[in-house]
């Protein structure tokens, strides 16, 4: 019998593979004409890097510091050379050849479509389910965001599955090779939160099938396959060993790690702050987004809690109608309907859009709860179930505190609604199990009957019963809505919230029926190829293009051709203005800005121009985000003297057309007590601990004295308890981030203050005195100070973290073992083809990986 060649084995997953890059750049298909998107989160990291991406054009090396935001923060955090990830480098050259933003949904659908291959779905199917998982709305508005390593984390992260899924199940080569090139990628995303969500699937995953392959006499295939999974799992961590090592060094100082204050503190609003010395977020801030059980629903019915917070409705609305009848101009009523109504009324504090599965694929997943067996099934339910748990956050605080308090790492990430990224992939996964399952037990309409009408009453009769009684189950009001409508409409803001009400039923009524008749077609075309009125040929197509119409044309709600703008319309976030051209004249070194905005500590636009106090960043140095929160508004000039703030941008007020004379745009002011880049001391105070130093910090005047905690004061015996520093004086001569260059003039011992965060002291930042090292300790909370001898002499700091050279070296050896290990599988899979040993399928390479099944082992026992 002759094997098949090459060519026509893989050809169904080539045009397979080639029609999901087609789907995925018809919906992106805006940048073939070269437009783009402006993207929130993209424009943030692109403004923080600008400092550290001007250094290496000017010389060559990227700095390892920036001072661009939060007055300095590790460069290696936000961007920083990778000399030796060459995996990730050659996957990412060949995704940049792909149109932008297609690339990331294509990179989505492919790796869940290796999933479903090795898990035994045809082509189709296998499409099918990618195209769900890639297209399903939460992806859609996280890119919309700029979500882009989140997006990406989770594309791998199906890979990553599937390599496991293959070790485990005895392909121990294959699986080490795909496990270790996917989970390479997975850690270059760079999003832990959802990778350390996706490992807690695996988790369950391995629970789930290690029980059944022990119970099945298969306990050192079992073995063989986690002692594989070990070892490749320790390769691709190590591909990026540089990235996590210097990670969880940083992590401990930031907000996710100890915070060293212990007693309750007042916020500047006046509340009570509780700081936990176990470490990790706020519980208040880690569930801040957390999605509400009812709004669970949304999977299934898309508008059932109104969709985006920021319009999304029509001139036929009764919320436009209502503003139009109380004198609002029809063009400003229908631009506020369309991006400003408060259409959304969840839980959550903003949202883009609802996370949407599909309700063709929820009822397909549904029903493959009744059709599948074996271990795999309970995986699938128990995978999705913990990611929608988790998405509820405080909304199942008994189970999610528990969790957050006592399962390791959880406790250092917030928005946990983004788990339900995760869930779409499983129901996209079972949805397309569910089907193959069908076809390869041959079901039968009567063994069918019962589950398929079971899954019916499950998903479209609830969205039927929500249709027609959803006023009877929800308020579809908010507790703040009406404060919230009074700011704008005064007296008539309780008849413009009932026409929203109204519009947020109609919202329900829409997409409740809509779901209906889109779970009927999609039971009608099971229906039909069960009893054998429609064939194969045509039952794959039409079940595909129910599914992925469901979800593209939700998506195009909340990102559709209009979002897309030209590529000068998007370089314009970062146009200066008067006030940043005004303080960019100024050439001096070392003096940073104060965007006087509300929003300083989470916008990057001011990092973009200039060395910032503020920024936004998801781990801010905690005890500079301490010494914002605690002492700031009490002590505003001080301490913008000690970050030497030269300029404050002073934002503008509301426009006044009575007063052509009020500035157009921000202004700079110039602040002439700022203390310049380090200053001499007269006064040393003592802090006991944290606590004490926080207080003080209300108060401190920091042109005149230092805060110096109790432990370091010791290494400052034998100075007097008044310091003389007339005559003395600090220059900034030489600035490149991570190494600052100072001439000193002490007319007498005493101690420099300087306006650098302190990091890491004597560790990772070393000090040098005339080239001989010398020791500093941290000031005034977050500053670095040093004792200095009397004389004139040159004061270097240079940050050179040790551990990054370490990770260099983990990065090359890790890298050069998994290339050589994928390279060894490649040339043994096709020798093994060539000589037709490999023991596959003719028809498709992996299904053995379910025909050589725990239930099929268990079956044949029987």
Known sequence: MNQPSFFQRYLPHILAILGLLVLSTIYFSPVLSGKTLSLMDVQQASASTQEIREIAKQT?????????????????????????????????????????????VFIMMVSAYVLLVVLGCNPWLSAMGAAAYGLGTFSIISLEAGHVSKLLALGYGAGVIAGVILCLRGRYWVGAAVTGLFLSMEFGANHIQITYYLFLTIGLLVLIEGIALVRAGKGKQLGVGLAVLAVVGVLGAGSFGKRLLVLNQFTKETIRGRSELTAKTTNPDGKSSTNESKGGLDKDYAFSYSYGKAETLTLLIPNLYGGSSGGGLTTSSEFYKAMVSRGVDAGMAKQYAEQGAPAYWGDQPMVGGPAYAGAALVFLFVLSMFVLRGPTRWWLLSAAGLMIVLAWGKNLLWFNELLFDYLPYLNKFRAMTMALCLAQLFMAVGAALGVQAIIDQKLTMAQLKQPLTISLALTAGLSLLLAVLGGTFFSFQTPTDLDQLSGSFGDAARDVLNAIISDRKSLLRADAFRSAILILLAAGLVWA??????????????????????????????????????????????????????????????????DQSPSFMSSNRASYFHRSIGGYNAAKLRRYQELITYAFQTNTLNILNMLNVKYVIQQPQQADPNNPQQPAGPTALTNPEALGAGWFV?????????????????????????LVSQADMSKLAGLPSQLDHTGSSVQLTSYRGDKLTYTVNAAREGVVVFSEVYYRGNEDWQAFVDGKPMPHFRANYVLRAMRMPAGKHTVEFRFDPPLAHTGDTIDLICNVLLIGLIGFVVVKSTRNQASGSEPVAPADPLRPVVSESVLDERKKKR
């Open 60 to 104: 060559g090396i990227k700095p390892l510091w920036t001072d661009a935001l939060f007055s300095g923060m590790p460069a290696y955090m936000i961007d920083f050379d990778y000399p030796h990830i060459y995996i990730y480098k050659a996957i990412t050259a060949v995704q940049n050849l792909l149109p932008p933003f297609a690339s990331i």
């Open 529 to 594: 190829f069960v009893n054998n009125k429609l064939k194969a040929g045509l039952f794959y197509p039409l079940l595909l293009a129910v599914v992925v119409f469901d979800l593209f044309s939700v998506d195009k709600r909340f990102l559709n051709s209009n979002d897309f703008i030209s590529k000068t319309q998007a370089t314009e976030a970062f146009a200066p203005t008067a006030a940043d051209e005004q303080i960019m004249q100024d050439k001096s070194l070392g003096y940073r800005v104060f």
């Open 682 to 706: 007269s006064r040393l105070i003592p802090a006991a601990d944290a606590d004490a130093e926080i207080a003080a910090m209300k108060t401190l005047n920091t042109r005149d004295s230092a």
